[in-house]
C-alpha cells in the first residue's frame, strides 16, 4: 500500500530535550515536506526537500533541521524543543512540483 | 504571493442537503487546484485535483471546476451524508510562484452534517 508514514504519533516532551520524528514514504517521491498545523493559523510548510541531500526552508522553520541521506526518509529534528512548537505536525511527499501532496497520519508534539 | 481564501465557517447540515464550499484564490502563472479532507484525528486526504482552466476534478460525489477567469474552484456535493463531517482545504501548488516546493492552504472549512 502506498503510504506515508509517521513516528511517533504522540509525542510529549520537555523544554530543551532534543527529539526526532521520523517520516517515510514508499512511493519512490523525490519531494518531501513538513508541515505544521495551529489552530487559527492552518498548515504552514516548514522545510521542503527536492532529493537527496537537497533541503531548503519553508515558511516557518527556525528551530527545526531536517536530513535528506535517503530518498524515502526526511526526518524532522527539533535540537531544543520550546513550548511554541507543540502543534501537530504533518510529513508529506509528492511526485512533483505541481503534484498533489501525500500525508502522513500526524504526529502530535506537546512540549511542556 | 500565492494565497487561498476559504468560505467562513462552520457548516452546518441537514444530510441530503446540498453543499458549497467556496475558494478563490491568487497565483501567478498556473497553478494546480486542491481539495483535502481531513476527519477527526486523521492526516490530510486529496479529495480532488484540477491541474488547468476548465478541468473539472470529481471523487465520492464531490466535484469542483477550476474558473482561470474568477480565480474559484468551489467544491459541491449535490446529497451529504453525516460520514462527510470533516475539515475541507482547498489548496494550490504553484512551481512558478511563491507556492514553490509547497501547497499554499486556505484556512479550512469545517463541515458538520446532521442526521
Known amino acids: 500500500e502506498a503510504q506515508v508514514t509517521q513516528n511517533p504519533r504522540y509525542l510529549i516532551t520537555v523544554t530543551g530535550k532534543k527529539l526526532t520524528v521520523t517520516c517515510s514514504q514508499n512511493?519512490?517521491?523525490?519531494?518531501m515536506s513538513w508541515y505544521r498545523q495551529d489552530p487559527g493559523l492552518g498548515l504552514r510548510q516548514i522545510y521542503y526537500?527536492?532529493?537527496?541531500?537537497?533541503?531548503d526552508k519553508g515558511d516557518v522553520p527556525e528551530g527545526y533541521k531536517v536530513s535528506r541521506k535517503e530518498k524515502r526518509n526526511f526526518p524532522l529534528i527539533l535540537e531544543s524543543p520550546s513550548p511554541n512548537q507543540t502543534s501537530l505536525y504533518f510529513c508529506?511527499?509528492?511526485?512533483?512540483?505541481?503534484?498533489?501532496?501525500?500525508f502522513g497520519p500526524g504526529t502530535r508534539l506537546t512540549v511542556t | 504571493g500565492d494565497s487561498v481564501t476559504q468560505m467562513e465557517g462552520p457548516v452546518t447540515l441537514s444530510e441530503e442537503a446540498f453543499l458549497t464550499i467556496n475558494c478563490t484564490y491568487t497565483?501567478?502563472?498556473?497553478?494546480?487546484l486542491f481539495w483535502y479532507v481531513q476527519y477527526p484525528g486523521e492526516g490530510l486526504q486529496l479529495l480532488l485535483k484540477?491541474?488547468?482552466?476548465?478541468d473539472k476534478g470529481s471523487n465520492k460525489g464531490f466535484e469542483a471546476t477550476y474558473r482561470k477567469e474568477t480565480t474559484s474552484f468551489h467544491l459541491e456535493k449535490g446529497s451529504v451524508q453525516v460520514s462527510d463531517s470533516a475539515v475541507y482545504f482547498c489548496?494550490?501548488?504553484?512551481?512558478?510562484?511563491?507556492?514553490?516546493?509547497?501547497?499554499?492552504f486556505g484556512q479550512g472549512t469545517i463541515l458538520t452534517v446532521h442526521p
Open positions: 497565483a501567478t502563472g498556473y497553478p494546480s
Open positions: 526537500s527536492m532529493n537527496v541531500e537537497v533541503t
Open positions: 508529506a511527499s509528492s511526485f512533483c512540483l505541481n503534484c498533489e501532496q501525500y
Open positions: 484540477a491541474t488547468k482552466a476548465d
Open positions: 512511493m519512490n517521491h523525490e519531494y
Open positions: 489548496a494550490l501548488a504553484n512551481a512558478g510562484g511563491t507556492s514553490y516546493g509547497k501547497l499554499t
